[in-house]
């Protein structure tokens, strides 16, 4: 049964519309071809000899490698986030990321499940964004690129509670009630900026 078991397992993994990546210290265990694809690589086995260094983009290598080392640690890090990566051809793509992790017959294993994020308009572009401070502008430009208030507060080095402020004050200027408005409102201000 274990076998049949395993081979069912991996044949839903390997056909997820979502790219799936495991890691197991500091190398890939496992890609999925949706994952490949979002990367430019024409199968699973192009990244099998990859680490996380070869994917992120430089930016972005230090908060990844942080939050791995994090969760290597057992302390808190964060499970959803987006992050940006080099695909094959050098273009840099933004991915939606969910993270999780557990132990297997004594390794750490992370499974990220990602999906590929097309930019969305910046805040400043949004109706009302003047009267925001320069830190409640940036606070919600970085929720409309999908990052959580914890990330938004590791990346910023600031309580997660200063950021549930900085949101209140900055939903309140623009008339929002909540991060679904706030989205809202960007697909609005898009479509009425684009006809």
Not at 9 to 16: E, G, P
Not at 50 to 55: E, P, Q, R, S
Not at 96 to 107: F, K, N, Q, T
Not at 165 to 180: E, N, S
Request: hydrophobic letters at 40%.
């Amino acid at each position: 049964m274990r076998p049949l078991l395993d081979r069912s397992f991996r044949a839903v993994l390997d056909h997820a519309p979502d790219g799936v990546l495991v890691e197991s210290g500091d190398r890939i265990a496992y890609v999925n071809a949706a994952y490949a694809r979002m990367l430019g690589y024409a199968q699973p086995a192009d990244l099998a000899s990859a680490t996380i260094g070869d994917i992120a983009h430089p930016d972005e290598l230090d908060r990844l490698i942080f939050f791995g080392r994090c969760r290597a640690e057992g302390k808190p890090a964060p499970t959803r986030y987006t992050f940006r990566a080099c695909s094959r051809g050098g273009d840099v793509i933004t991915l939606d990321a969910s993270i999780s992790a557990a132990c297997a017959e004594g390794s750490l294993l992370i499974t990220t499940i990602v999906r590929e994020l097309h930019p969305v308009r910046r805040a400043l572009e949004l109706p009302g964004t003047k009267q925001l401070s320069p830190r409640e502008r940036e606070v919600v430009e970085m929720l409309l690129e999908g990052r959580r208030s914890k990330e938004i507060a590791l990346r910023l080095d600031v309580s997660e509670k200063t950021i549930w402020t900085h949101r209140a004050r900055a939903f309140q200027k623009l008339g929002v009630r909540g991060a679904h408005d706030l989205f809202r409102m960007a697909v609005e201000a898009r479509a009425f900026l684009s006809s």
